[in-house]
């Protein structure tokens, strides 16, 4: 029981590791080759994880051995425009100026019923409105609308809108302080509690999140039952 408790926990933390240096990606935003990656990897864990027969260290080179590769694969595909067409392939276009290419959904092998189940998912029900619809390497699509049909733009309107979109930096995450953040803001312990006081808030382990704007903003919300 031991031995499989430990086993798991090394190959577990070697895939956290390995997977978390090939950076951060959704499932659905894979290329082909780190989708591949994924499914190797998870058959080459599980059996040492089960066979307690086999050394561990089998299971850990293969795998390491894999997220190597495919590091070296994205190096050599930022470098190489050409080496990343001939791995991840290019992206095609569907819909071409409003008009569907029958042709590109037979090569990739994407329906009509598909085309418009992931229009809908964009919230197009009309092809019509569709200008251009690419199909991205990533199978994700996306969709571009004729001018008439898209949301207008206070520029299109020939309006003048104050550019007052800010990134909140969290101060208090689930009670926890964040204190890192709260220094590369300039602000001190001092500052925080006199904002927690404000908001009817003792100390921060009352706080589910606490933020702040480049405007100065702040929103703090309390834990269930805090008050």
């Known amino acids: 029981m031991a031995t499989a408790f430990l086993r798991t926990i090394l190959l577990y933390i070697t895939l956290i590791v390995g997977i978390r240096a090939l950076g951060k990606r959704q499932i659905g935003e894979l290329e082909p080759i780190e989708l591949v990656l994924m499914l190797l990897v998870s058959d ?48 095609t276009v569907l819909i071409d100026d409003g008009v569907i290419r029958q042709d590109a959904l037979r090569r990739n092998r994407f329906t009509v019923d598909e085309l418009i189940e992931e229009l809908r998912a964009q919230g197009v029900t009309d092809l019509a409105t569709v200008k251009y619809a690419v199909l991205e390497t990533n199978g994700r699509l996306s969709v571009l609308l004729r001018a008439d049909d898209a949301p ?49 808030f003792r100390d921060a382990h009352e706080v589910l999140l606490l933020t702040l704007d480049g405007a100065g903003k702040v929103l703090c919300v309390g834990k269930e039952g805090a008050r």
């Open 152 to 200: 207008a733009t206070p520029r299109q309107l020939g309006r003048s809108v104050r550019d007052d979109v800010q990134l909140p930096a969290i101060l208090v995450n689930d009670g926890r302080v964040l204190r890192g953040t709260l220094r590369a803001r300039g602000l001190d312990e001092a500052w925080l509690g006199r904002t927690l006081r404000a908001h009817g």
């Open 44 to 91: 080459l864990a599980a059996v040492p994880m089960q066979d307690f027969g086999i050394p561990l260290l089998n299971g850990v080179v293969p795998i390491v051995t894999l997220l190597s590769l495919s590091m070296l694969l994205s190096f050599l595909s930022m470098r190489s425009i050409r080496f990343r067409r001939l791995v991840c392939g290019s992206e």
